[in-house]
């Protein structure tokens, strides 16, 4: 088994190969956001100039890119000091919190938003 997956190029990597890595789902990540509000901002000039309809899905996907990097970074850092009697973080539980109401209030925002558009589903 260990020889199929080293034929397919999954091993256990290194910290340079975990930098490289993580240096690149950055830059991926970047561009992302980056290029989801180029098109954000586009389609806004376009309903703004030449009143057509307000495509939704750039906001949305953006919106859902950076809801879950904070998420996952939120839990990631919380289970990190869970087991350290040192650290008192009691602050990322009730950024949890709030994130999931944001989440919530945007989920309902979007659905009013398709509903009041006319769009059906």
Same mark, same amino acid.
């Given at each position: 088994m260990k020889?199929?997956?080293?034929?397919?190029?999954?091993h256990k990597m290194d910290?340079?190969?975990?930098?490289i890595l993580f240096k690149a789902q950055r830059n991926a990540y970047l561009f992302l956001v980056i290029a989801l509000m180029v098109w954000s901002f586009y389609e806004s000039a376009q309903v703004y100039l030449h009143h057509s309809r307000?495509?939704?899905l750039p906001?949305?996907?953006?919106?859902?890119a950076v809801l879950i990097q904070?998420?996952?970074q939120l839990v990631l850092r919380r289970n990190a000091v869970k087991d350290d009697e040192d650290s008192c973080e009691t602050g990322p539980l009730v950024k949890l919190v709030? =994130? +999931?109401?944001?989440? /919530? @209030? =945007? +989920?309902v925002t979007? /659905? @009013?938003?398709?509903v009041l558009m006319g769009v059906r589903v």
């Open positions: 020889r199929i997956f080293e034929k397919l190029g999954l910290e340079m190969e975990q930098h307000l495509n939704l906001s949305l996907l953006l919106t859902a904070s998420f996952s709030l =994130l +999931a109401c944001v989440i /919530a @209030a =945007l +989920a979007a /659905a @009013a938003a398709v």
